[in-house]
């Protein structure tokens, strides 16, 4: 026997109609201008509509696997480009029910507590490891049976995306006794849109103006490439990504974390590397003081472009401009000051001076400020920024400032994610990418994940930790998203 069986997909859906100010409603029927979301899936098991005869009841229970399996969209009659997202071992058996045999699955996925909501994912697929597109799978509790638990488990989809073709087609292969029963081909998948048009910038709702309605993209967690289309385009090609750790940040480090600064580096480049960038170096020595040094001073403990000096220094010092530029960064208002043309420096453009201020972050969410730049500062052709200052890191005043109170909340082995994941952030930051929004199955959007599964590099920072666990902080990548946005802008 081979072939004999179909799996489906139930699916669990909700309809958005945006309002056109940012907010939306929620619909649950299909209809004219609504968008389709996608939050989880039903399995149930059937007989090929074409087979000739069913077999007979048989109570063996003969060893499955049932494995589920996505790619980007591409046609039924495609057979390629799955990935591997779940398995769930356990047996099948034909049970004589009232309407003839039924084919029956039923898991023996062993669990580690009864919780409602599991989460599986498979070790050997980045895609998968490191996502952030979850949904919920629940099998129909009759012909599918995938575990011991009434529960919905909540699954990694892969970090699948193409901006021309945002679907993910979701899919499933039942083997029995080592024969594949239920295949890809003969199933109709199940498409997830990827798509999430009118969402307001930071989840904002009600203030287009300043929060405008943009497109974002995936599942339950979402990002946005908006900026593509605004930002100037430079060549990445034949260049090199550099990175420089200041004394500032340095001593941060050794003092109050238990990551080396090797460690960090080797992270850092890492993930730079994942997102494309072929070229990168981390200078985390002495030398790297003189590089900060060209473009950055502090003025009263605040790191700023070295050529922020008042031309008259007879001024009280309290008027000079490096002094109120000094207050208005202390104060998270550095807008506040309006620095002259004369006063930006001009920096490669993929080159970033990590430094560290006893600051207070921008917002409890952030752990750190991204580089500033002054409004329209990208030179393309000379592929140069202009920028008034470097990216901080912010080291607070004390233990309850964000970053030192993740580093104390998290293992010490992940002290070394968590300030890598943070430079990272920054430096996304300064390519245009904005933060990953969550849609966890109903409205609103909001910054940060309820249930914490928020992963990547651009996820808020409160929110970075694996599922189940409060004190493992992974290594974060750049989303699939992201990395769209970065291959328009660089590659
Ligand atoms: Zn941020």
Known sequence: MANLLQVKFGVQEVFLRPNGSGGFTTVAAAG??????????TLSLNWRRDIATTPAANATKRPA????????KKPNSATDGYARFAIFPGKVTFVQGTAGVEPRFKGDFLLVNNQRVQTIGLSDANNVTRSDFFFLIAGDGTTVDLKNDPGPILLALPWLFEDTNPILQVNARLSVAEVVEADENSNTPLDVPLQHPAVPDEGVANDVARHPLLNYFGVRNIATLSNAARLPKIRFSGRTLRVFFHATF????TEHSSASLVDIATAVTTILTDAGFAAVTVSRDTPAD????????????????????????????EDRIENRFAAAIANNTPEAVLIPDTMVVRVPFFDFFIFAEQAEPPNPNELAHSEGAVSGGILPAAAEKLLVTPTIIATGLGSGTPLRALLARVETTDHLNVLASTIAHEIGHSFGLRHNLAFPAALPYRMGDPQGLQRGVMAPAGTRQVPGSKDRSPLLFFGPVHQAMIRKLFF
Not at 65 to 72: M, N, Q, T, V, Y
């Open 65 to 72: 696997s049932l494995e589920l399996i996505a790619r980007i």
């Open 250 to 253: 340095r001593a941060f480090c």
């Open 290 to 317: 003189a590089e900060c040094g060209r473009f950055f001073r502090p003025v009263n403990g605040r790191f700023m472009s070295r050529l922020i000096v008042d031309p008259d220094q007879s001024k009280r010092p």
């Open 32 to 41: 004219q201008g609504i968008s389709r979301q996608v939050t989880g899936a």
